[in-house]
């Protein structure tokens, strides 16, 4: 059984664990909320022992070479001695310059880091709180158009992040930011594919990067863009990207509401739905999804199944574990 | 030195070309694709390339005991010798759609098939 040391104490470890589920059921408060590999808001190093390339994926290169990994990937079959993330290395400070409500539930926050930062529109960052909560926010801004970092944080009931981003913050206050993360992202190159585009809820943020980044790059290809929600305020984009797609001949939006009546311009459908009966065949698309889980994960095997290479899919579900005991709605 | 079956197959590039096509013929066919439904699809195309580089005579780290654990909770849901042969058919079908001559089919067929009691845990 590997020995497991944490910040200079041993923990106790069961077999098919992994190094945060030891951690967490030692007691100690280590930052984390996917679980799955995906947020990295659980990084930390190891400064001794080998950790296995899965807990690596996805791991920045600087960071992987100073030992960093996913302790929530990570079933150890080493003896690991294991360290917190130092702060200065992971996160900087960045100032609130602009927040908007963008619908009841969805604000935009414009940030700005004290030191500049590379990054893909579409990437996702995860910001922190003065309590130590960490979420995970996809950048809706474009680097070479935006001065400002742009978010649209959605209110969770009893989110502790979210709510605080909500009415916690005003302009001119400092947070601690850090990233960027992930791979859901544009990049040049083939500017004549086609590309499809399928979000739900503020899984729309990363897409209006990705599309925004793409069309000021002379992307030829249409771009289908699907945005989903339960109800006509949930499109809190509505009449931006309906603006977009008069400014451009090959950019197309469909706004999808799947619960309740509707009527013209917005489809009665779910959003990756209604994109896989438009688009039965996908071959050689370029496709993004992002959002809710579950869609993310059935339309990516759809997009597969549809004829799209794998390379060519770029999924971000946006996945959080439940921390507390009460239900999210 | 006579040429091995990998670089005759075409190497890397060849397992890029054949992952997608297989993966895909394998997901869509519903006497196996129940099989691969609790996965992350990135993680299991990563295993399905490097299943096909062993396959192709290539690079690989490939163990008896990984691939016994690996389909060891498929038991359950009922794995059995048909369906082996089913993945089997996919994978030479893919070969067939990429034009790779029989006797390298031959030869990448046989060594997938040696992994049959692995899969099975027999």
């Known amino acids: ?329 | 030195m006579g040429s091995s079956l990998y670089d005759e197959i075409g190497g890397t590039a060849a397992v890029e070309a054949a992952v997608d096509i297989f993966y895909r013929k394998v997901l869509s066919d519903t006497a196996v694709s129940h099989f691969f439904d609790d996965v992350d699809m990135e993680r299991q195309r990563g295993k399905q390339k490097a299943f096909l580089s062993m396959a192709f005579g290539g690079p690989n780290n490939y163990s008896g005991v990984d691939m016994r654990k690996a389909h060891a909770h498929l038991k359950d849901k009922g794995l059995a010798s048909r369906h082996f042969n089913a993945v089997a058919g996919h994978l030479q079908d893919t070969l067939k759609e990429l034009k790779v001559p029989s006797n390298l089919i031959d030869q990448v067929m046989a060594i997938a098939g040696s992994t049959h009691d692995d899969v099975l845990n027999i």
């Open chain 1, 1 to 329: 059984m590997p020995h497991l040391i944490f910040s200079g104490s041993t923990l106790s470890y069961n077999k098919g664990q992994t190094v945060l589920e030891a951690l967490l059921d030692g007691g100690f408060d280590v930052p984390y909320s996917c679980k799955e590999g995906n947020c990295q808001t659980c990084l930390m190093r190891c400064v001794e022992g080998e950790v296995e390339e899965d807990a690596k994926r996805g791991v920045k290169d600087t960071l992987s070479k100073q030992g960093y990994f996913l302790p929530c990937m990570c079933h150890p079959t080493d003896n690991l001695v294991l360290q917190p993330s130092t702060d200065t290395e992971l996160f900087c400070a960045a100032t609130i310059r602009v927040k908007n409500l963008l619908s009841d539930k969805v604000c935009q926050l414009f940030i700005e880091p004290a030191i500049p930062l590379y990054y893909h529109a579409g990437q996702f960052m995860n910001l922190r709180n003065d309590q130590g909560g960490v979420r995970s926010y996809s950048l809706a801004s474009v680097p070479k158009l935006d001065t400002y970092l742009e978010f649209h944080v959605a209110r969770m009931r009893n989110g502790e992040v979210s709510n605080w981003l909500h009415n916690g913050l005003d302009v001119g206050d400092v947070i601690d930011v850090s990233g960027p993360f992930g791979n859901c992202f544009y990049l040049p190159g083939k500017p004549d594919q086609d590309m499809l585009l399928v979000g739900t809820g503020t899984g729309l943020s990363p897409l209006l990067g990705v599309v925004r980044d793409a069309l000021s790059s002379g992307h030829k290809g249409k771009l289908l863009l699907f945005h989903g929600s339960r109800k006509e305020e949930g499109l809190y984009l509505h009449k931006e990207l309906t603006e977009l797609s008069r400014l451009y001949n090959n950019f197309y939006y469909y706004p999808c509401i799947s619960t309740e009546r509707t009527s013209y311009p917005y489809k009665a459908s779910r959003a990756d739905d209604l994109a896989f009966k438009t688009l039965p065949d996908l071959k050689d698309w370029r496709v993004f999804l992002c959002g809710s889980p579950p869609m993310v994960e059935g339309a990516q095997r759809k997009a597969f199944l549809a004829g799209a290479n794998m390379n060519d899919i770029h999924a971000d579900p946006f996945k959080m574990r439940e921390l507390r005991s009460e239900k999210r709605d």
